[in-house]
C-alpha cells in the first residue's frame, strides 16, 4: 500500500512527509490486528468504554462481597485480609479503571466530533494512552491471581497512607503492583490529557470560538488540564514510595525522620482535583442532555462555563479538607474550611442553571433525561453532605464514618456514575446507529435509582451513629444492625439494575432497532454526523455560525449547504482528506511498558551482581518500550489522502491516483 | 379526623413495609436506628466538645435543609410543569431559545454566599473552642489549670491494634508513669487533655460521644480535649486505617467523679495484687460489653449469642469488677502465674510486681479490673479470656501475641512458638482473673 505517494497534492503544506517504507504499516479494517492498531479515535474511544465496563463490574462485584460481609454483624463472609483487599481495590478500580477511563471514553469519541475536527491532534499518542492505561489496570490487579503469602491484591486502602504502606507494615508485593500500575495509569492519563488540550485549542473548526464550545468540550479542557496539573502530585508521592520500598529512602521512615504527614499532601493536592476529574465530565455530558431533551439551549451558558473553570482552580486549594482531622491548627483548619465553602458556589450555579434550562422547555422524559435528572437531585443531595462536611468541626465526627461514605457515593455514582450512564445512553444511536428500548431503559434507570438510594441513603444514619468506614465487621449492640442489613439489600437491587442496563445495552449494540441520524433532535454538531460516523468523521469540516451548530444548520439548511459545498471543493482541491496510518509501535511501547512493570514489582530483589530475574526482565521490558518509541519516531507521520463523493463514499485508489506517469 | 385516620393508615403500611423486612427483623435489630442514639452516636452527645461539634453539624443541616426545599421544590415543580405531557406536546414547535439571565444568576450567588455565611461563622466559633482546652492553650496555661485541678492531661499511644493510656500526672516511684491500656479511665467534668502519639501506623482516637476524632500520626506531636458531663462509660474506636484488624482496634472511657477517680488512681498504682484468696462477692449480674464470634467453627467459647442490652448500666459492672472474683483458686492462680514466666508472656506484657516488664503489649498489672479485653473487643470474663488466648489470631487477624504461638505458616512449615493446654489455659485466665 503507497498511498502516500500515490495522491496528487496541490498544495505543498497539505504535503506529508516522504517517509523510508521499512516498516510495516498496517491497514487492517477488521479484525485484532485492527484493534491493536487503530489510531481512530472513535475506535480507541470504544475501547476505552470496554475496558471501563469491565472494570466496572469487577469493581461492582467488590462493592457486593462488602455488603454481603456487612450484612449482619460479625460477617463471615470475608476475612479481615480479604475485606481490606475488597474495599482497597474497589475504591482503587472504581476511580482509575472505570470512572476515568469511561470518561477518557467519551473525550475520545465525542469531543473530537463536538468541535468539528477529524481526529486528536496526536492520533498515535492517543492509543499509546489507551494501551499504557491497560497495562496499568493488569499490573493493578495482577495480584489477585499471584497467590502466596508474598504477593496478592493492594491492600493498603486506595488512599495508601504512608507508614502503612512501609515494608514494614505490608511486606507484600500487593503495594509495589498498586504503585506501579498507578504511576502507568498516571502516564496514561496525562499523555491522553495533553493530547484532547491540543486538540481542543488547535483543531476547532472554523467559526467554533472558544465562548462556542459545545460544554461538554469545555469540561473536557478542564478535566484535561486538572489531570495534567494533579497527577504529578501523586507521581511523586507514588515514586518517593517506591524508593521507600525498595531502595531504602526514607521519605515517609519515621525512623529516618521522614514525614508521613508528606504522603497525605501530596495524595490530597492530586486526590482532590481527582473528585473533579470525575465529576466534570458528567456536568458536561449533563449540560449536553438537559439542553437537547428541553429542547431549548443551555441557561446561562458563559456562567455554566466559568464556574467549571473555577471548580477546576478551588480543586486546587482544598485538598487538606480530607486532612481535617490531622491536627493542622486552627488557622489552616479554618482557611481549608472557608475555602471549601466557597467551592459551593460555583458547583450551586450550576445546579441553578440546569434548572433554568428545563424552566420553559418542552422536557422529553426520555432515558438520558431520567438519568440526567437523577444526576441533578442525588448531585444535589452529595452536594449538601459536602457542605456539611465543610464544616470542620461537624467533619470531625464524620470523617472516615459511614457519614462520608453516603457522601461521596452521592456525588460518585449519583453524580459521576448516572451523568455517565446516561452519556451512554445519550450517545448510543451516534456510535452504533441502534437505539436502546425506552422501557428497559427506563426500568434499568429505575432499579439503579431506587436501588442506589436504598444502599446509600441508611449510611448517613450509620456514620452519625458512630460506624467507622474499612472495618470489617461490627458488633450486633451498637443500632447499626438495620441500616447495615437495608443498604446490602439496596445493594443488590443496584445490582440487578446495572446487571439490566448492561444486559440491555449488550442486547441493542448486537440486536437493536437500527435509526438514523440525529434521533434526539439534537443541538451540537456530532449529531449531523451520519451513523455510526464514518472513519473521516466529517466529509466537509463544517463552519460554526453559532453556539448550538448543529441547531443552527437544522434551521439554516440553504445557507449551510452552499456553504458546504464550496467549501468541499477547495478541500478536494487541498488534496482530499489526510487520514493518519495505522501503527503497531504505541501497543508495543504500552506491552513494553508492561514487561517492564510486571517486571518489577513481581520478582524478588536479588542483591547478588549479574542479570536475574527482575533484572532482566526490566531490562527486557525497557527494551520493548525503547524499541516502541524508537521505531514509533523513524515511522513518522506520514498518513494517507481520503477522496469522498458527495455521499461521502470514498472514491480514491482507482481514479485518485493519476499521479507520477 | 380524617387526616388522623390517613395518619394511622399510612404509619400502618409503613410498619408494614418496614416488617416486610420481616427479614429485618429477623437480624434481630429495632427499626428506630433514625434516632441514632447508639454506644457512638454523635447525635446523642455526653460533653462539650462533641456538643459543640453536633451545633455546627445541625446549623448546617438547617441550613441545607431550607436550600433543598426550595431547590428541590422548584426543580420538582419545572420538570413536572414543562413536562410534555402528550403527544403533541412531543411534536409541537420547539420553544422559546432563550440563553439565560445575567441578573437572576447573580443574584442566586449572593444568596448562595450568604447562605454559606451563615454555616461559616460557628464554624470558625467551633474550630477554635474544639481545638485546645479553652484557658490552656498553651502549655504554661495549660500546667496553670492542671496545677488548680480544673484541667487533666494523659497520653494516648495507638499500636497495631489496641491503645496503651499513660498517666504523666501519677507517678509510681521506680517505675514512671501509670500506664494502663484499652480503657481509658479519666475524671468527669473536667476537661482532660490528651496527647495523641503512635508507635506504627497512623490511628485516630475517636469516642464519639465525647469528641470527634483527631489522628494519631508518627513523627507529629497530636491532641485532643474532651470533657465528660458526668460519670459514665463509654465507647471508643480507632477510626484510620491502620492495617488487618483496624475493624476491632477499640477502646472504652470510664468518666469518674473526682473521688471515685482518686479511689482508682490510688489501687492502680499499686503493684498487681498477689494471689491471696478473699472471701468471694455475691454474684452480679454480668453485662454484654461486646463479643466478636468466633472465626473458627472449632474453637472454644465459640457462641453467637448475644445480650443486645447490658443487663445493668456498664459504669456499675465497672465497678464491679474492681472488686474481686468470687471463688478464687489460689493454687490455680498460683500456677498460672509461674505459666505468664514460662510461656514467656512476660517478654511483651508488663505486670508490676510480678517480674514482668515487657513493654511492646498492653499493660497487665490490673487487667483483671477492667470490663473488656483483647482492644476492647471481647467481654472479660474467663469465657472470652480463654478464647482469646487459646488462639488470639483467631479474634484478631494478624495480631502480635499470635504470631508467637505455634502455628502452620502458608508453605505447611510448622513454626515454633506457645503452646497452651486446657490446663494452662485455664490457670493463665485464673491468675490474668486475678489482677485486680
Request: contains cysteine.
Amino acid at each position: 500500500m503507497d498511498l502516500a505517494h500515490s495522491v496528487p497534492l496541490t498544495k505543498q503544506d497539505h504535503a506529508p512527509s516522504v517517509q523510508p517504507k521499512l516498516l510495516w504499516i498496517p491497514t487492517a479494517k477488521s479484525g485484532l490486528i485492527m484493534w491493536l492498531t487503530t489510531v481512530d479515535h472513535k475506535k480507541i474511544g470504544f475501547l476505552y468504554g470496554f475496558f471501563a465496563l469491565i472494570f466496572f463490574i469487577i469493581g461492582g462485584f467488590e462493592a457486593l462481597l462488602i455488603r454481603a460481609q456487612l450484612m449482619v454483624p460479625n460477617g463471615t463472609v470475608l476475612t479481615a485480609q480479604q475485606y481490606n483487599t475488597m474495599f482497597t481495590m474497589h475504591g482503587t478500580t472504581m476511580i482509575f479503571l472505570a470512572v476515568m477511563p469511561l470518561s477518557a471514553a467519551f473525550f475520545n469519541f465525542i469531543m473530537p466530533l463536538q468541535i468539528g475536527a477529524r481526529d486528536v491532534a496526536f492520533p498515535r499518542l492517543n492509543a499509546f494512552s489507551l494501551w499504557t492505561f491497560v497495562a496499568g489496570a493488569i499490573i493493578l490487579n495482577i495480584g489477585w491471581f499471584i497467590p502466596g503469602p508474598n504477593h496478592g491484591a493492594p491492600d493498603g486502602g486506595w488512599f495508601g497512607y504512608a507508614p502503612l504502606t512501609s515494608k514494614t507494615y505490608i511486606p507484600k508485593h500487593s503495594i509495589d503492583y498498586w504503585v506501579m500500575g498507578l504511576q502507568l495509569l498516571g502516564v496514561a492519563s496525562i499523555a491522553a490529557s495533553l493530547n484532547f488540550i491540543v486538540t481542543i485549542i488547535n483543531m476547532r473548526a472554523p467559526g467554533m470560538t472558544m465562548m462556542r464550545l459545545p460544554v461538554f468540550v469545555w469540561m473536557t479542557l478542564i478535566t484535561a488540564f486538572l489531570i495534567v496539573l494533579s497527577f504529578p502530585a501523586i507521581t511523586i508521592a507514588l515514586v518517593e514510595l517506591m524508593m521507600d520500598r525498595n531502595f531504602s529512602t526514607v521519605f515517609f521512615e519515621v525512623s529516618g525522620g521522614g514525614m508521613p504527614i508528606l504522603w497525605q499532601h501530596l495524595f490530597w493536592v492530586f486526590g482532590h482535583p481527582e473528585v473533579y476529574i470525575l465529576i466534570l465530565p458528567a456536568m458536561g455530558i449533563v449540560s449536553e442532555i438537559l439542553p437537547t431533551f428541553s429542547r431549548k439551549p443551555l441557561y446561562g451558558y458563559p456562567i455554566v462555563v466559568f464556574s467549571g473553570a473555577s471548580i477546576g482552580f478551588l480543586g486546587f486549594t482544598v485538598w487538606s479538607h480530607h486532612m481535617f482531622t490531622t491536627g493542622m491548627g486552627a488557622v489552616a483548619t479554618a482557611a481549608f474550611s472557608l475555602l471549601t465553602m466557597c467551592i459551593a458556589v460555583p458547583t450551586g450555579v450550576k445546579m441553578f442553571n440546569w434548572i433554568g434550562t428545563l424552566w420553559n422547555g418542552r422536557l422529553m422524559m426520555r432515558t438520558p433525561m431520567m438519568f440526567a435528572l437523577g444526576f441533578v437531585w442525588m448531585f444535589m443531595i452529595g452536594g449538601f453532605s459536602g457542605v456539611m462536611h465543610s464544616a470542620a468541626p461537624a467533619d470531625a465526627q464524620q470523617q472516615d464514618s459511614y457519614f462520608v461514605i453516603a457522601h461521596f457515593h452521592y456525588v460518585l455514582i449519583g453524580g459521576s456514575i448516572f451523568g455517565l450512564l446516561a452519556g451512554i445512553h445519550y450517545w448510543f444511536p451516534l456510535m452504533f446507529g441502534r437505539q436502546v428500548s425506552e422501557f428497559w431503559g427506563k426500568l434499568s434507570f429505575w432499579l439503579i435509582f431506587i436501588g442506589f438510594n436504598v444502599t446509600f441513603f441508611p449510611m448517613h444514619f450509620l456514620g452519625l451513629n458512630g460506624m467507622p468506614r474499612r472495618t470489617f465487621t461490627y458488633d450486633a449492640n451498637m443500632g447499626w444492625n438495620t441500616p447495615n442489613f437495608i443498604a446490602t439489600i439496596g445493594a443488590f437491587v443496584l445490582g440487578i439494575g446495572m446487571f439490566t442496563y448492561f444486559a440491555v445495552m449488550t442486547y441493542t449494540f448486537f440486536k437493536g432497532k437500527k435509526v438514523g441520524k440525529d434521533v434526539w433532535d439534537a443541538r451540537t454538531l456530532e449529531w449531523s454526523l451520519p451513523v455510526p460516523p464514518p472513519e473521516y468523521n466529517y466529509r466537509v469540516i463544517p463552519t460554526v455560525h453559532a453556539r448550538d451548530a448543529w441547531w443552527y444548520e437544522k434551521h439554516h439548511q440553504e445557507e449551510i449547504a452552499k456553504e458546504q459545498a464550496e467549501h468541499a471543493k477547495v478541500e478536494a482541491d487541498h488534496g482530499g482528506i489526510h487520514m493518519p496510518n495505522q501503527s503497531i509501535w504505541p501497543f508495543v511501547t504500552g506491552l513494553g511498558l508492561l514487561i517492564l512493570g510486571v517486571g518489577a514489582t513481581y520478582f524478588e530483589s536479588n542483591w547478588t551482581p549479574g542479570i536475574h530475574a527482575k533484572l532482566g526482565t526490566v531490562l527486557f521490558g525497557g527494551f520493548v518500550t525503547f524499541i516502541g518509541i524508537y521505531f514509533w519516531s523513524i515511522e513518522g507521520n506520514a498518513g494517507y489522502h481520503l477522496h469522498l463523493d458527495e455521499h461521502g463514499n470514498p472514491v480514491d485508489e482507482k481514479h485518485a491516483p493519476p499521479a507520477k506517469h | 379526623m380524617r387526616l388522623t385516620s390517613l395518619l394511622s393508615t399510612s404509619a400502618h403500611w409503613g410498619r408494614a413495609a418496614l416488617a416486610m423486612g420481616g427479614l429485618a427483623l429477623l437480624t434481630g435489630c429495632d427499626l428506630n436506628f433514625w434516632r441514632m442514639e447508639g454506644h457512638q452516636s454523635t447525635m446523642v452527645v455526653d460533653g462539650p466538645v462533641a456538643r459543640s461539634q453536633l451545633g455546627v453539624f445541625m446549623v448546617t443541616v438547617w441550613v441545607t435543609l431550607v436550600i433543598f426545599l426550595i431547590v428541590g421544590g422548584v426543580l420538582a415543580y419545572a420538570t413536572w410543569k414543562f413536562r410534555a405531557k402528550t403527544e403533541a406536546d412531543e411534536h409541537a414547535e420547539p420553544p422559546p431559545q432563550s440563553h439565560g439571565n445575567p441578573l437572576v444568576e447573580i443574584g442566586l450567588i449572593a444568596a448562595s454566599v450568604f447562605a454559606l455565611v451563615i454555616i461559616a461563622v460557628p464554624t470558625l466559633k467551633a474550630i477554635w473552642y474544639t481545638h485546645d482546652v479553652p484557658g490552656g492553650e498553651t502549655r504554661p496555661q495549660l500546667d496553670a489549670l492542671i496545677k488548680k485541678g480544673e484541667a487533666y492531661e494523659v497520653t494516648a499511644t495507638g499500636l497495631q491494634w489496641w491503645f496503651k493510656f499513660e498517666y504523666p500526672l501519677e507517678q509510681i516511684n521506680g517505675v514512671g508513669s501509670l500506664v494502663t491500656s484499652n480503657e481509658l479511665v479519666i475524671p468527669a467534668n473536667r476537661p482532660v487533655r490528651i496527647n495523641l502519639r503512635t508507635m506504627d501506623v497512623i490511628h485516630s482516637f475517636w469516642i464519639p460521644k465525647l469528641a470527634g476524632k483527631v489522628d494519631m500520626i508518627p513523627n507529629r506531636a497530636n491532641h485532643l480535649w474532651v470533657q465528660a458531663d458526668k460519670p459514665g462509660y463509654f465507647w471508643g474506636q480507632c477510626a484510620e486505617y491502620c492495617g488487618d484488624s483496624h475493624a476491632v482496634m477499640r477502646f472504652r472511657v470510664v468518666a469518674l467523679a473526682p473521688k471515685e477517680f482518686t479511689e482508682w488512681l490510688e489501687a492502680q498504682k499499686l503493684p498487681a495484687r498477689d494471689v491471696a484468696p478473699k472471701p468471694a462477692l455475691a454474684g452480679a449480674p454480668k453485662a454484654q460489653f461486646a463479643a466478636l464470634r468466633a472465626f473458627k467453627r472449632n474453637e472454644y467459647g465459640f457462641s453467637d449469642k448475644y445480650a443486645e442490652t447490658p443487663s445493668r448500666p456498664p459504669l456499675e459492672s465497672w465497678r464491679e469488677k474492681q472488686n474481686p472474683e468470687k471463688g478464687e483458686d489460689a493454687a490455680l492462680i498460683a500456677k498460672g502465674k509461674a505459666l505468664f514466666t514460662a510461656k514467656s508472656c512476660l517478654g511483651c506484657h508488663a505486670i508490676r510486681g510480678h517480674g514482668a516488664a515487657g513493654i511492646t503489649a498492653p499493660d497487665l498489672t490490673h487487667v483483671g479490673s477492667r470490663t473488656t479485653i483483647a482492644g476492647a473487643i471481647l467481654e472479660n470474663n474467663s469465657e472470652q479470656l480463654r478464647r482469646w488466648i487459646s488462639n488470639p489470631g483467631a479474634v484478631k487477624p494478624g495480631n502480635k501475641m499470635s504470631l508467637s504461638y505455634a502455628r502452620t505458616d502458608y508453605y505447611g512449615n510448622k513454626i515454633d512458638g506457645i503452646q497452651l493446654t486446657a490446663e494452662d489455659e485455664v490457670a493463665l485466665v485464673a491468675y490474668l482473673e486475678s489482677l485486680k
